[in-house]
């Protein structure tokens, strides 16, 4: 049995995360809107995902099995071309949704005109365990966001998203060669053509824990080199933008210990943008080393903290 026509497809990509797909599921379920239909895309895992999937027994779940390992943008690829869907909802494993998540985000969507693309929400953090943190995502951007996400990504990460489905059929699938920051790419093309609206209350459980690959530094330069290539025109016409890129680089590779590489990035940052004095301690720091950076780092951090505080403290008392 399925359902002919449903309004929205949720993309559910995984990899050997049985202990946690159940929950991702259960808050899809959950939701105060039902006209859906969900795609669990396993890409490839090797415990018992596909038996925990199957154990549900509502008949809008599909589930679908790459032979191999893809990566994370090969499987929301492979879900949004099996969609039928007129709107695409995003939700990676690890993650969950507040019940009225998705009736909330598309009646925005049905109100606004088609030049909306997609609408997104705050999040609010969970550790390992589902505990709240207590900490916020309050992304500000909305509308016409291009410029904003060529700076970084402003919007943040699938599972608060959702987007009609033509946005795809015009910019295209997920890059495969991008197996973090991939969502990045993804709505800086969105953003070319559409404009992006924010729902601000926290509508997503966004779980964070070891082994996600966001935190795998050698993954994030790889792809952040990608976006480099990928956006040499744009970042261009953009010279202090384009200057970030090469500081986030060469920042990361000194935070690796590859201190002559990442200088060289950072030269690369300082000749297109020479005003940022951040750039200056992190070169001046990498040139005694990785121990030696990071600790100029964590000063350099310890004083713009304690600054801002000291300006918001004098804020309140001037007015």
């Known amino acids: 049995m399925m359902i002919k026509n449903p309004m929205l497809s949720v993309i559910i990509p995984t990899y050997n995360r049985a202990h946690l797909i159940s929950r991702a599921i259960k ?57 039928r869907g007129e709107y695409i909802a995003l939700l990676d494993s690890d993650d969950e949704w507040l019940p009225e998540k998705l009736s909330k985000q598309i009646k925005v969507l049905q109100s606004e005109s088609p030049e909306v693309g997609a609408v997104y929400s705050n999040l609010c953090y969970i550790d390992e365990n589902g505990k709240s943190t207590n900490k916020l995502l309050n992304p500000k951007k909305e509308g016409y966001i291009y410029e904003d996400l060529f700076a970084g990504n402003c919007v943040g990460p699938p599972s608060t998203l959702l987007i009609r489905k033509e946005c ?33 209350i926290p509508l997503v459980k966004y779980r964070l824990h070891s082994n996600q690959i966001s935190k795998n530094l050698g993954v994030k330069i790889i792809t952040a080199n990608r976006i480099l290539v990928k956006y040499t025109d744009e970042l261009e016409k953009r010279p202090r933008v384009h200057s970030k890129h090469y500081f986030y680089i060469g920042n990361r590779l000194c935070h690796m210990g590859k201190t002559k590489e990442g200088q060289r990035y950072l030269l690369k940052a300082i000749s297109l943008y020479p005003f940022c004095i951040r750039y200056y301690i992190c070169i001046f720091g990498s040139l005694f080393g990785q121990k030696c950076f990071v600790y100029f780092v964590n000063i350099k951090r310890y004083l713009t903290n304690t600054i801002t505080k000291l300006l918001i403290k004098l804020k309140k008392i001037i007015y």
């Open 27 to 83: 808050s899809v379920l959950n939701q105060t809107y039902q006209d859906f239909e969900i795609i669990v895309i396993d890409d490839g895992s090797t415990d018992n995902t596909e038996e925990i999937v199957k154990d549900f027994t509502d008949f809008r779940i599909h589930y679908i099995y790459h032979k191999y390992n893809q990566g994370v943008s090969a499987a929301r690829n492979t879900g949004i071309k099996a969609s």
């Open 168 to 200: 795809f059929n015009r910019v295209g699938l997920f890059d495969n060669l991008l197996n973090a920051q991939e969502d990045w790419d993804m709505w800086i093309r969105i953003a070319k053509y559409y404009r992006f609206a924010l729902i601000k």
